[in-house]
């Protein structure tokens, strides 16, 4: 007897940057945040949770190799789902032991994890929907988006489509340190993001020990968080609510320059933007400059690759721009004919791919399942 669950859940990229953590075990931020989540018909991943009174031990298969699951973070959250589980068999005996059986969980992206997109985010909002659902769990959004903190920070706010934030919270236990939607993907769908994923050789610094070590040495960092983040926190969400793009562009470059500003004040510095990074600031700069109104924002994570964001209605300029210095690379599926034709080609090297997606929704329930009558990955090597 094997039960089962699958569910997909979406990437999301920060608009109002969460770096610095104010507990390192529970995944507690210095800041709030908000995100705007992507697409899942481009990026997203699709998780199958199965349990069975056969199963031996908990196995996580990931893109068809074995992954342990014996990680502080991942058993931290496996240990709340379970005891939310085991709560609710205790009130009622016809229930299964679901919470007593051992876990194989078989996960897939369908965007390559290398690539250095948020996959942690998605990946464990994955998990944690795909066992809520699995063992029925009566729990809120905002109530999973407390365990997927514990796996990944910025994961808790894949727990919803369209907007969403991340309230802080200043309990020391994180119970009030959640995810909430700020709106929902219905409110505002026509904007859109263009990935450009920048190459890059060099391995980036991980997000925890970066935020460890601004936490430890940066000043500016004291005055981000206690004087700019809270007012751009209320600040963001009204542009979002009254779809005020101007205004929601300009603060999210601006934070995402804070932020690596934040980096650069650390001691020793860390660097995540390259000279391909800086160009396509340069790029966003000069055509909202042409345009004489912003319709573009740029804003880049602990790494190299460019996210731009900007209305459907301003698709044709912000495309052809990209599509000038990036054509020749892959990902412009349809977009191509359109772009290809008009203006001036002038290569850019540096970008290895563009993704083309738009604002999506949160985790998905579906009957897609990755694993066979045998509770084992149907794609392993
Ligand atoms: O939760 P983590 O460890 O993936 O940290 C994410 C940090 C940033 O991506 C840089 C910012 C953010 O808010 O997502």
């Known amino acids: 007897m094997i039960y089962q669950a699958s569910v997909t859940a979406p990437v999301n990229i920060a608009t109002l940057k969460y770096w ?92 390559p994890t290398a690539a250095g997109l948020a996959s942690s985010a998605a990946g464990f909002a994955a998990l944690i929907s795909a066992i809520a659902q699995l063992y029925n769990l ?44 700020v709106a929902p993907l219905s409110h ?67 934070d995402s320059n804070q932020f690596h500003a934040v980096c650069l004040d650390s001691w020793p510095p860390i660097f995540y933007l390259n000279d391909t990074s800086k160009r396509i600031i340069k790029l966003v700069e000069k055509l909202n400059h042409d345009a004489q109104k912003t319709i573009a924002a740029y804003t880049f994570d602990a790494g190299p690759n460019a996210v731009i964001y900007y209305d459907e209605a301003n698709e044709s300029q912000v495309l052809s721009a990209l599509y000038k210095h990036y054509g020749h690379v892959d990902g412009w599926k349809g977009a191509k004919e359109e772009y290809g034709s008009s203006g001036e080609v002038d290569k850019w090297s540096g970008v290895s791919r563009v993704i083309l997606t738009s604002i999506g929704v949160g985790p998905q329930v579906t009957s897609e399942s990755l694993i066979n009558e045998a509770g084992l990955p149907k794609n392993a090597e």
């Open 20 to 111: 610095g953590k104010r507990d390192k075990d529970l995944n507690l931020p210095t800041n709030s945040s908000i995100s705007v989540t992507l697409s899942q018909n481009d990026l997203r991943t699709l998780t199958t949770a199965s349990t069975s009174p056969d199963f031996a031990t908990d196995q996580l298969w990931l893109n068809g190799k074995i992954e342990s699951l014996d990680t502080p973070r991942t058993q931290a959250c496996l240990y709340d789902l379970r005891q939310l589980r085991q709560q609710m068999e205790s009130k009622d005996d016809t229930l299964p032991k679901l919470s007593q059986y051992k876990l194989h969980i078989v996960s897939e992206n369908n965007f």
């Open 138 to 181: 009566p729990t809120s959004w905002s109530d999973l988006s407390k365990i997927a903190r514990k796996g990944s920070g910025s994961a808790c706010r894949s727990l919803f489509g369209g907007f969403v934030a991340w309230e802080m919270g200043t309990l020391a236990n994180g119970e009030d340190s959640q995810a909430v939607e």
């Open 188 to 254: 505002w769908p026509s904007l859109k993001a263009a990935i450009l994923v920048v190459s890059d050789d060099k391995k980036d610094t991980p997000s925890t020990s970066g935020m460890q070590l601004t936490v430890r040495t940066s000043e500016l960092f004291k005055y981000r968080v206690e004087n700019v983040v809270p007012r751009r926190f209320d600040q963001m969400k009204q542009a979002i609510l009254e779809k005020d793009f101007p205004q929601f562009a300009n603060l999210t470059m601006q």
